[in-house]
């Protein structure tokens, strides 16, 4: 299997996103936005990930087997972390 070729100019760029994201997210926890600023910061963080799984780890070159079992991934996630929140918001219900 070959690999994809990915210029020197996309990687760069990718790696100055990140940079700025990751400035964007230190200079935010300086600001009091209120819940906002965790709204905020997951966001950034989650563009963070999307880069870097796409471009760095080549999930953007994969077949579409791979996108499917990575979507199958943040789909089981997702069912875990709501399942954990339903709980958490739901203690106070049973005294």
Same mark, same amino acid.
């Given at each position: 299997?070959?690999?994809?070729?990915?210029?020197?100019?996309?990687?760069?760029?990718?790696?100055?996103?990140?940079?700025?994201?990751?400035?964007?997210?230190?200079?935010?926890?300086?600001?009091?936005?209120?819940? @906002?600023?965790? &709204?905020?910061? !997951?966001?950034?963080?989650?563009?963070?990930?999307? +880069? =870097?799984v796409? %471009?760095?780890?080549?999930?953007?070159?994969? @077949?579409?087997? &791979?996108?499917? !079992?990575?979507?199958?991934?943040?789909?089981?996630? +997702? =069912?875990?972390? %709501?399942?954990?929140?339903?709980?958490?918001?739901?203690?106070?219900?049973?005294?």
């Open positions: 299997m070959t690999e994809p070729v990915v210029s020197l100019k996309t990687y760069t760029g990718i790696f100055l996103s990140l940079l700025c994201l990751t400035l964007a997210t230190t200079l935010l926890a300086y600001l009091d936005l209120g819940v @906002f600023n965790m &709204v905020i910061a !997951i966001t950034i963080a989650v563009i963070k990930a999307t +880069l =870097i796409a %471009f760095f780890m080549h999930a953007m070159y994969e @077949f579409k087997l &791979v996108h499917v !079992i990575l979507a199958g991934g943040v789909l089981w996630f +997702l =069912i875990l972390v %709501f399942l954990t929140l339903g709980d958490y918001l739901t203690r106070g219900w049973a005294k």
